[in-house]
């Protein structure tokens, strides 16, 4: 028998407690797999394992037509320092449930799982639906959705679930890390040296401060660059050979990554080399028909600054959760409750719309 929406929304939070209890960093996220297998057994779902990666699609799966991936990752964080409470202990007060990945991105798993368990049996589709609790999100490691993609059904569209308030995020930034040298002569401290590059890295820095790229997106703003490491030197009395440092570069929707690589290395005051050129922006249509069914229930569209494994799809996708960006990562994670019963509802809603299905009060 087929669970009604309010079942599913209190077996999703007892999911969602399951989860915080067990500790899964990336690439240790063998324990909470199990748990969202067992989800799939007690609803009778037949699914499949790959490494932490755990996927099913529904019943009447039809190969003519195009495939709605829902997708969102069970791997966190390592809690911070400045956490007062147990990361790994799921309570609820005043409305919030804590724990570690309760916000980034729990609450947004198992409102999909959900919403999966909803639609898993009905007949007649617009869109076979696939469902996959990824590995690696955090570390972009290569057992993640990307290293899964391959696997997998061709994916025609995507909601990818991160925390958004349950507001459309149309698009994405990605993300391309610089490694980067600022040259110079070593020496001995005692002597005179015109060419520190600890001294040469003050106008690099400067540089990298004051630099911006001319196109600016309509949903994502402009490229934003930042240094974020710096490292130089050894000892007191020697002056280093170099100094090496970090940029991080989020990259609007107008440049590929490897435009911005090509910029940066014809520009740039010092020698750099991209880490990888894979994350790539993400954008779905404003007029997708998926978008659309989120504007018709009240959701607003915005771009996100964040990265998710939408980067890995080649596809249009829509990034949509509960929970809120700002607490990702943040000290005492935590998700109302709320939340996660509204997603379930409107993610439900949603789909209804997307897949014309016509809701099971109404037939």
Known sequence: MKPNKEQLTEKALELLKQLISIQSFS????????????WFKTFGIPFQREINNVY?????????????????HHDTVRPNSAYTKNPFHPHIEDGKLFGLGSNDAGGALVSLIATFTHFY?????????????????????????????????KIDVAIVGEPTLMQLAIAEKG????DAQVK?????????NDDNPIYNSIEVLDWFKNYNFDKVSETLGGVKLTVTQINGGVQHNAVPAQVDLVIDVRVNDRYSNLEIADILRLEAPCELQPRSLRLNSSAIAEDHPLV???????RETYG????????????????????????????DEFIYVHEVEDAIDLYIRILERFLKVEPRNKR
Do not use: W, Y
Request: hydrophobic share 35%; proline share 6%; glycine share 6%.
């Open 121 to 153: 049996f009905e007949e007649n589709l617009s869109h076979n639906l696939l469902m996959v609790a990824s590995m690696e999100e955090e570390s972009s490691g290569k057992n993640s959705l990307r290293g899964l993609l391959p696997k997998l059904p």
């Open 56 to 72: 099913a699609v529904n019943k009447h799966f039809d190969e003519s037509k195009p495939t709605l991936l829902l997708n969102s």
């Open 175 to 178: 993300l391309v890390v610089f």
């Open 292 to 298: 659309e069914a989120g504007v018709a229930l009240g």
């Open 304 to 331: 996100s600054p964040t990265l998710s494994d939408q980067a890995a799809l080649s596809c249009q996708s829509l990034k949509l959760g509960p929970g809120d960006s700002t607490r990702s990562h943040s000290a």
């Open 184 to 192: 110079g002569t070593p020496s001995h401290a005692a002597h005179p």
């Open 27 to 38: 690439s240790e996220e063998d324990k909470t797999a199990d748990a969202i297998e067992a």
